[in-house]
């Protein structure tokens, strides 16, 4: 892989209307129209028109709208507190993401886990974007990591919007990937879930194991990963 290669992603936020769901209220609201408009007939055509409009953005909206969101602040606390009580039952030795048979296994506190595949030894976990990654279109074995990164660094921003932006660099040793805006705050960086898809999809891409170094530069999160 050249090193000093730099891509970018990012800039399209998806609209969202908060946590909850409007299209009920204007559903009310076009109903509550049409039958005043009904009632009092020198202002039928005005207040039927502006029911049938409430109506259709209330269909609209149904389509369109979530039934049901978690608040990112939620989910960051959930996944700082679970993170943090794994990270004090296993310690904090290197992180390694490494592929096998049976998916790609979380290898934690083994300084030889990129050694070999079948005896790695540390301790394993299921990586949080073991899930994640399985909803995402498989990246062609054939294909270089160069073109394949792209499609990564496009899945957590778009596909997954774990973040508001990213970019990488490639380096000698692999790859150094930056994000913006991330929706669970990085205040674990146990695998996290930035973290842990960009690990785990780069283990399945090259077909060795990833080791990542995660820390906070101001604004962004950084995941430095490298492999054989």
Known sequence: MASGTEATTGGR???????HNPAPAFGVLGLGLVGAGLAV??????L???????????????????????????????????AGNVRQLVGSGPHRYVPGGDGV??????DNAAAGFEDHGGTELTPVGAR??????????DEAVEAWLPVLLDSVVHDLELAE????????????????????????????????????????????????????????????????
């Open 13 to 19: 936020l998806r609209d969202r209307f908060g946590r």
């Open 41 to 46: 007939p020198e202002f039928e055509t005005l």
């Open 48 to 82: 039927v028109a502006w029911g049938g409009t409430a109506v259709f953005l209330a269909v609209l909206l149904g389509f369109v709208t979530p039934t049901a969101t978690v608040p990112a602040t939620v989910v960051g606390d959930v996944h700082t507190v679970m």
């Open 105 to 110: 296994t979380l290898v934690v506190g083994d």
């Open 132 to 141: 994640l990654v399985a909803s995402l279109d498989e990246s062609d074995p």
């Open 165 to 228: 932006s990213g970019r990488y660099t490639t380096t000698d040793a692999g790859v150094e990937l930056s994000f913006t805006g991330s929706r669970v705050a990085p205040d674990e960086l146990f695998d996290h879930p930035v973290v842990s898809v960009v690990g785990v999809g780069l283990a399945r891409a090259v077909g060795s194991p990833v080791t990542v170094d995660p820390h906070v530069d101001g604004d962004r999160l950084v995941v430095a990963c490298k492999w054989d």
